[in-house]
């Protein structure tokens, strides 16, 4: 009899995923999709968002695909409770929604990104790597919609942050979905520099993650 092969210890972790969407064959679709990346887990679905907060708590995934409209609780409200028990856990909003309001609540509730479903099915996967990473994904279109929201008019009464140059180069980079060793190359800089920057960047838009510093830099018309 051959023995069996002995586990690759050098094989890369798989991005474990739980589904949450109240549509039965929308979440059977991306149960499907993600299934067949080599890299990514479906350890569990959810079609509520109080079970998307149970399910959360009691699989601990890396990373939880939400719908925001859900019965009983929105989407928003169970990433907020899963990102309060779970720092660690990160959420990507996928949904059909990109009204400002819905975006800014779910970035607001700890959202790291925000797609849409009819994003193409490789888009959906680099968003789901990318904010396992712990970078930003965000769809172009709310993007757009996110500057066109917070741009503040001249009067407001917003405190004064200035960035350096070099700290909006990569905040810019940031915002574009780049990871910091890419941000390094594309800067010709050290990552540990990059690294440097970005503390600086949180320290003075007084935010604590790369989603945060995004809006926020929006916010004060610094992106």
């Known amino acids: 009899m051959t023995p069996a092969a002995a586990p690759d210890e050098h094989a890369t972790p798989r991005i474990r995923v739980l589904v949450?969407?109240?549509h039965p064959i929308v979440r059977g679709g991306i149960v499907a999709l993600l299934d067949a990346a080599d890299d990514v887990e479906v350890v569990g679905t959810a079609?509520?968002?109080?079970?998307?907060?149970?399910?959360?708590?009691?699989l601990t995934p890396d990373l939880v695909l939400m719908d925001l409209?859900?019965?009983?609780?929105?989407?928003?409200?169970?990433t907020a409770r899963i990102r309060s028990a779970l720092p660690e856990t990160r959420v990507l909003v996928l949904t059909t929604y990109e009204s400002d309001d819905a975006i800014l609540r779910?970035?607001?509730?700890?959202?790291?990104?925000?797609?849409l479903k009819a994003a193409p099915e490789a888009e959906v996967l680099a968003g789901?790597?990318?904010?396992?990473?712990?970078?930003v994904a965000l769809a172009p279109s709310i993007a757009a919609a996110l500057v066109t929201h917070v741009a503040r008019p001249a009067a407001s009464a917003e405190p004064v942050v200035t960035l350096s140059p070099r700290e909006s180069q990569v905040l810019a980079l940031v915002a574009q979905g780049f990871s910091n060793p890419r941000i390094a190359r594309e800067?010709?800089?050290g990552e540990a520099t990059v690294k440097t920057h970005l503390l600086h960047v949180f320290e003075k838009l007084e935010v604590s993650d790369r989603t945060r510093a995004v809006t926020r830099a929006m916010e004060l018309g610094l992106l």
């Open 69 to 78: 409209r859900m019965p009983g609780i929105d989407g928003d409200e169970a």
């Open 20 to 22: 949450a969407d109240d």
């Open 47 to 58: 079609s509520t968002g109080l079970e998307a907060v149970e399910r959360a708590l009691a």
């Open 106 to 115: 779910a970035i607001e509730a700890g959202a790291t990104g925000y797609l």
């Open 128 to 135: 789901v790597r990318a904010v396992a990473r712990g970078e």
């Open 187 to 189: 800067l010709l800089l």
